[in-house]
């Protein structure tokens, strides 16, 4: 999980879900960026 990014409500579309935390915005306001998480992640 990453600080700051709500988790996803019961019955939410998760297609949804994902493009709402991962937007600009929020990046901006949580100050990360979601590529380089996921590039320096054990999934990349």
């Known amino acids: 999980a990453i ?3 709500p ?3 019961d019955g939410q579309n998760p297609a949804t879900w994902m493009l709402e935390v991962t937007s600009a915005s929020i990046e901006a306001q949580l100050n990360v960026d979601f590529a380089e998480i ?3 992640s054990s999934l990349y």
């Open 3 to 5: 600080p700051g990014v």
């Open 7 to 9: 988790k996803i409500r």
């Open 38 to 40: 996921y590039a320096n």
